[in-house]
């Protein structure tokens, strides 16, 4: 069994900043990629950032420049700097992960965690 728990969101005001971690835990072999997707109410869910193993990061356009991605491989653990926050990132944040068990990759999913920015 593979487990995605996300922490850190909640309310701030605009202009400020949160960090979201997300721990993987379970029979992991190797964690391919890390990513965060968030999804606002009645819009579907999008990509935030992703990160692979190595290190290499993309980002959604709109968040270029305020968020940025980062991992600790060594504690199956991604983090999500978010900086300058606006009333439209508020959202579930999700924590998603590709993770090999043996030779078998599969998509995993934490919960989420809600992130409002509102004045």
């Known amino acids: 069994q593979v487990q995605l728990v996300e922490s850190g969101g909640g309310l701030v005001q605009p202009g400020e900043s949160l960090r979201l971690s997300c721990v993987a835990s379970g029979s992991i072999s190797s964690i391919l990629i890390m990513a965060w997707y968030r999804q606002a109410p009645g819009k579907e869910r999008e990509l935030v950032a992703r990160i692979t193993s190595g290190g290499s990061t993309n980002e959604a356009d709109s968040v270029k420049g305020r968020f940025t991605i980062s991992r600790d491989n060594a504690r199956n653990t991604v983090y999500l700097q978010m900086n300058s926050l606006k009333p439209e990132d508020t959202a579930v944040y999700f924590c998603?992960?590709?993770?090999?068990?043996?030779?078998?990759?599969?998509?995993?999913w934490g919960r989420g965690t809600q992130v409002t920015v509102s004045s």
């Open positions: 998603n992960a590709v993770i090999l068990i043996g030779m078998t990759g599969a998509n995993y």
